[in-house]
């Protein structure tokens, strides 16, 4: 319980003080999960408590820190960021809880589309936001999907004229995740 306690304190005093762009949404965006962070290697993702890959992605990508998350991807020509992050905690939420938990402390939000995907495998759960930070607004892609052991969850985030446009990137990018191992 205190994990999730941290999440939604955490998650709410971020919107309190971060920026209004969808961009920073993302860069400031905390998953609850507050180990020291893992390492990267050829495109897999490495912590204490579990490993996975992520697809590559092109050039055009850095990789930046985020706040509480595992790791997090910048296209400085397309200001956009995709991330993923983990939780390996005994955690019992349905795949919608853990979706709508990522929007908490955003305003003016609307679910646009959900359904059910397959993310290494296994179920999934895909969701489309339009919201709003600080009278900004924004459109936002959310994966959740839980192993056996961990629940892992994907973000997407760009001003909504340029959300479908780039929507395809975010999309590859989930397809690749594996998870290799966790404890």
């Not at 955690?91 to 959900?114: A, E, I, M, N, P």
Request: with cysteine.
């Amino acid at each position: 319980m205190r994990k999730e306690t941290y999440f939604f304190i955490a998650f709410s005093l971020i919107f309190l003080m971060s920026s209004c762009s969808a961009t920073k949404f993302l860069v400031n965006y905390a998953s609850g999960d507050d180990r020291k962070p893992g390492k990267m290697k050829d495109w897999v993702y490495t912590t204490e408590l579990n490993s996975y890959r992520v697809a590559p992605l092109s050039q055009d990508w850095e990789r930046i820190p985020i706040e509480g998350g595992d790791i997090a991807f910048y296209n400085p020509a397309s200001d956009l960021i995709l991330t993923v992050s983990s939780l390996c905690a005994n955690r019992d939420y349905d795949l919608q809880t853990l979706s709508d938990s990522l929007v908490v402390g955003l305003s003016k939000k609307r679910t646009r589309v959900r359904k059910d995907i397959r993310v290494g495998g296994a179920a999934g759960l895909y969701t489309e936001y339009e919201a709003s930070l600080s009278d900004e607004n924004f459109a936002l892609a959310t994966v959740v999907h839980k192993s056996p052991k961990c629940d892992y969850d994907f973000s997407y985030s760009a001003d909504p004229a340029d959300f479908k446009a780039n929507l395809g990137e975010f999309i590859d990018f989930v397809s690749g995740f594996e998870e290799i191992w966790a404890k």
